[in-house]
């Protein structure tokens, strides 16, 4: 019994390396980074996408208007992730994901984070980072998403509930500390 477990255990885990390695073949300008433990795809890096500024793009790109160039740049990530997101757990871009913010280094590099959300409720410590160079071009995607979500979202809880029992938790846990101030203020 024992031995069979392990022999299914060591197949599955061949099955995913030599999965990975035909996905690897498959697509020769990404590299794969994969979890050791699952044998998950963690990150995707474009091979062919370079990392230095272009000038002359830099300068033309500057006269456009700041949420334009966010947008343009998220544009390129969808499209990307659209492409090559399976791999990472994606499976609709639009709705499993949201992009929750923009930033842009020195030398225009583009860093996009988009959160996992299910049925619009944002899935804590899921998400995805892609990296965009000035071309807007990805350089990588990496991330986990929870997959095979299955949640009832419906709150069976009210407002003015939850705020009583936060109120109750937040009296429980810090009252002792106050306690403790009020004892050694001077008076």
Do not use: W
């Not at 477990?5 to 794969?32: H, K, T, V, W």
């Not at 659209?82 to 757990?89: D, P």
């Not at 705020?163 to 109750?168: E, L, Q």
């Amino acid at each position: 019994m024992q031995k069979t477990r392990l022999s299914i255990y060591f197949s599955l885990i061949f099955c995913m390396f030599i999965a990975g390695i035909a996905q690897a073949l498959n697509l020769p300008d990404f590299e794969m980074h994969y979890e050791k433990r699952t044998g998950k795809v963690l990150g995707i890096v474009n091979k062919t996408a370079s990392r230095e500024s272009n000038a002359i793009k830099v300068l033309s790109r500057s006269v456009i208007d700041p949420k334009e160039k966010e947008s343009i740049a998220i544009q390129a990530a969808d499209k990307f992730l659209l492409e090559k997101g399976n791999l990472l757990g994606v499976k609709n871009v639009s709705s499993d994901l949201y992009p929750k913010g923009v930033t842009e280094d020195r030398i225009g590099a583009k860093v996009i984070r988009y959160e996992q959300r299910y049925s619009g409720v944002p899935v804590y410590g899921s998400e995805i980072v892609s990296v965009l160079n000035t071309n807007n071009e990805v350089i990588s995607s990496s991330g986990r998403l929870l997959e095979d979500l299955s949640i009832n979202i419906n709150s069976k809880v009210s407002a003015k509930s939850a705020i009583r029992y936060a109120k109750k938790d937040m009296e429980k846990r810090y009252s002792h500390r106050e306690k403790k101030c009020q004892k050694s203020l001077p008076l």
